[in-house]
């Protein structure tokens, strides 16, 4: 089966960091497009940054500029979120998705219901 896994969130003080990693199994990463979303309570849900693991092509949103790093690594399969300097309005689940065939740029902003997700990993940021 085709399955993205995220991981890696948890509570920290804002200031702090922490890594996301995306797993994905059933499928390689080459052809597709990964992105990193999130979703906050009565907010929608939100593209944060997206990557072409082919090219290593990338795409941030500009409340996370700076800030947040997305990577790959295609040998483990994996894509990585690595999000510093947290705020507390970074508090949010924060879900992988995966589409075939798309530039970064349409991934992370435009609706795609049928992007294969995650689970979702909750990030709280609190003091």
């Known amino acids: 089966q085709l399955q993205l896994v995220e991981s890696g969130g948890g509570l920290v003080q804002p200031g702090g960091s922490l890594r996301l990693p995306c797993a994905a199994s059933?499928?390689?990463?080459?052809?597709?497009?990964i992105g990193w979303f999130r979703q906050a309570p009565g907010k929608a849900r939100e593209g944060v940054s997206c990557?072409?693991?082919?090219?290593?092509?990338?795409y941030y949103a500009d409340s996370v500029k700076g800030r947040f790093t997305i990577s790959r690594d295609n040998a483990k399969n994996t894509v990585y979120l690595q999000m510093n300097s947290l705020k507390p309005e970074d508090t949010a689940v924060y879900y992988c998705a995966a589409r075939a065939w798309t530039d970064v740029h349409s991934m992370c902003v435009m609706p795609f219901s049928d992007n294969l997700w995650g689970q979702g990993t909750q990030v709280t940021v609190s003091s």
């Open positions: 059933g499928f390689t990463l080459d052809a597709y497009a």
């Open positions: 990557i072409r693991s082919s090219s290593g092509s990338t």
